[in-house]
């Protein structure tokens, strides 16, 4: 699903240049549930920016599922993220202006879909995060773990191949987050959904498939203690 291939990317920093990424590889089988960690500013919300096509590399590679998305144009990128990406963030970035249905659809609206079949899908996304019944309320109204289970439901309407969270429980308190994560989860696994989330919790990346951590520019495979055990 998702093959990364010397990736590089570098800023400009003052005077200095600084090597985000460093010709990283990685590979991720579709379906699989890949947590991303590493300390902050190692380029873990750059790399899901790459891999989204949000930002353009410096050199390498990114396939997801066989379309090279570091060789589209700008307009061919957002149209395949549009297709077959979704994305959550730590802040929900939800729209204000629209009710939490409206903000669900108008992801189904920009890839073509609208009418009634878009309503009916904003409304089933919504009742799968246990939401249906918030449909017509305004999103400020909403508690912050609702509001990212509505930003959930907005990833996931137009079935993605692949899902981007960054931070999905950054914002929440432990109590909220605990029970946001069965949904981000359990619905990725039920659909089959290839899942990378970047997080600094511990418990988030123990329920992935895989750990990996992003440090000096590359990827590596991570074991995570169980909790409770002294590591030496």
Same mark, same amino acid.
């Given at each position: 699903?998702?093959?990364?291939?010397?990736?590089?990317?570098?800023?400009?920093?003052?005077?200095?240049?600084?090597?985000?990424?460093?010709? @990283?590889?990685? !590979?991720?089988? =579709?379906?699989?549930?890949? &947590?991303?960690?590493? $300390? %902050?500013?190692?380029?873990?919300?750059? #790399?899901?920016?790459?891999?989204?096509?949000?930002?353009?590399?410096?050199?390498?590679?990114?396939?997801?599922?066989?379309?090279?998305?570091?060789?589209?144009?700008?307009?061919?990128?957002?149209?395949?993220?549009?297709?077959?990406?979704?994305?959550?963030?730590?802040?929900?970035?939800?729209?204000?202006?629209?009710?939490?249905?409206?903000?669900?659809? @108008?992801?189904? !609206?920009?890839? =073509?879909?609208?009418?009634? &079949?878009?309503?009916? $899908? %904003?409304?089933?996304?919504?009742?799968? #995060?246990?939401?249906?019944?918030?449909?017509?309320?305004?999103?400020?109204?909403?508690?912050?773990?609702?509001?990212?289970?509505?930003?959930?439901?907005?990833?996931?309407?137009?079935?993605?191949?692949?899902?981007?969270?960054?931070?999905?429980?950054?914002?929440?308190?432990?109590?909220?987050?605990?029970?946001?994560?069965?949904?981000?989860?359990?619905?990725?696994?039920?659909?089959?959904?290839?899942?990378?989330?970047?997080?600094?919790?511990?418990?988030?990346?123990?329920?992935?498939?895989?750990?990996?951590?992003?440090?000096?520019?590359?990827?590596?495979?991570?074991?995570?203690?169980?909790?409770?055990?002294?590591?030496?």
């Amino acid at each position: 699903m998702l093959s990364i291939h010397q990736l590089s990317r570098s800023f400009r920093e003052g005077g200095r240049v600084h090597r985000v990424l460093d010709g @990283l590889d990685a !590979e991720v089988a =579709g379906g699989q549930r890949v &947590a991303v960690m590493g $300390r %902050s500013g190692s380029g873990k919300s750059t #790399l899901l920016n790459l891999i989204s096509g949000i930002d353009r590399a410096d050199g390498g590679s990114v396939r997801v599922a066989g379309c090279e998305v570091s060789a589209l144009g700008e307009p061919e990128r957002t149209r395949f993220r549009r297709a077959h990406i979704g994305f959550v963030y730590q802040f929900f970035n939800l729209i204000p202006t629209l009710d939490v249905a409206e903000n669900v659809r @108008l992801v189904l !609206e920009l890839n =073509g879909v609208r009418g009634r &079949a878009a309503r009916e $899908r %904003s409304l089933a996304a919504l009742a799968d #995060l246990g939401l249906r019944e918030r449909a017509h309320s305004a999103v400020d109204a909403l508690s912050g773990g609702e509001q990212q289970r509505v930003a959930i439901a907005r990833a996931l309407v137009h079935a993605p191949q692949l899902l981007l969270a960054d931070e999905p429980t950054g914002n929440l308190d432990d109590a909220t987050a605990r029970e946001v994560l069965p949904a981000l989860l359990g619905l990725t696994r039920s659909r089959g959904t290839t899942l990378v989330l970047v997080t600094h919790d511990e418990t988030l990346a123990r329920a992935a498939d895989r750990v990996l951590e992003l440090r000096d520019g590359h990827l590596q495979e991570r074991t995570l203690a169980t909790p409770g055990t002294v590591t030496r």
